[in-house]
């Protein structure tokens, strides 16, 4: 007959071999677990599904999203062209990115002119200069780019460009995409000298793009002026900028004309001065 000692240490015994196997079993489990996540969380049916809710929510919002009565709206939500681009194939929102970038270099200062959204100053130059001040009047722009799109690199800004002073006093790229277009011939002068005076006077440069119409055609109706060539353009940023030059795209509904305006012809890049 066993003495209570010696039951006291099998008691123990078995309660160790227990919990040795629940351990075990534990171990087993979330090693099965550990493999089985990947396929249920990152499957391929699961990120189709995801795409198709993205897509599906930026067509919501593009119809019924904002009020079609707020007519001072003028900026847009760029990651509605990011979340449909698997089924358009456009990259026409993409260019825009890629020419302004082609024009930075490790450390410059970068002045983004009626930033809206916040989009590209984010995705497409945050991490080459050594600050951006992304300027628009519109303070929803301005909240939403700061919601989605802050960053180290990135001030936001609420200001009118055409009335109001430059954050800064100088720098070396001045981007305005999208951006001209919404003003008169006479505010896109201002504006352009007062890029002239903002630039560092040996590498700026002021970069951007819009948008070419047939004569008599109008795009948007909330634009203000509209280009019809690269020549009247070009001409334009002449009289300003001692060069200047354009670089255009078609795609079936639309022609889009990128201009560079520099105080020296090799910052032009490749883009084509008025023929």
């Known amino acids: 007959m066993a003495s209570p000692h010696e039951e ?36 391929e049916p699961l990120v189709l599904l995801s795409e198709l809710y993205l897509r599906q929510y930026y067509t919501w919002k593009r119809r019924w999203g904002r009020d079609p009565r707020d007519k001072k709206r003028d900026w847009y939500d760029h990651r509605e062209d990011l979340y449909h681009w698997s ?10 990115g890629i020419f302004s970038r082609q024009v930075m270099f490790p450390g410059c200062r970068v002045l983004d002119l009626c930033c809206g959204d916040g989009f590209y100053p984010y995705y497409f130059y945050a991490e080459v200069p050594a600050y951006i001040d992304a300027v628009d009047w519109d303070y929803r722009a301005i909240k939403h780019a700061m919601r989605w799109h802050s960053h180290p690199n990135i001030s936001y800004w609420v200001k009118d460009v055409l009335e109001e002073d430059f954050p800064a006093t100088e ?22 000298h007062k890029s002239f005076r903002g630039l560092e006077p040996r590498k700026g440069i002021l970069t951007g793009y819009t948008i070419l119409v047939e004569e008599g055609e109008r795009y948007h109706r909330r634009h203000k002026y509209e280009f019809t060539s690269q020549q009247e353009l070009v001409g334009l940023l002449e009289g300003i900028f ?7 795209t078609r795609y079936p509904n ?6 560079r305006a520099a105080f020296s012809r090799d910052r032009l890049g490749g883009f084509q001065p008025r023929g």
């Not at 999208?178 to 201002?190: H, L």
């Not at 639309?254 to 201009?259: G, S």
């Open 8 to 43: 006291g240490r099998a008691s123990i015994s078995d309660e160790a071999v227990t919990r040795g196997r629940h351990a075990d079993l534990l171990r087993r489990c979330m090693g099965t677990l550990l493999r089985l996540a990947p396929r249920v969380f990152f499957n």
């Open 254 to 259: 639309r022609r889009n004309v990128y201009f």
């Open 87 to 96: 089924k358009s194939r456009n990259p026409l929102w993409v260019e825009r």
């Open 242 to 248: 001692p060069f200047a030059g354009t670089l255009e």
């Open 171 to 192: 720098y070396d790229v001045i981007c305005w995409d999208a951006g001209i277009q919404y003003f008169t011939p006479g505010e896109i002068r201002a504006i352009l």
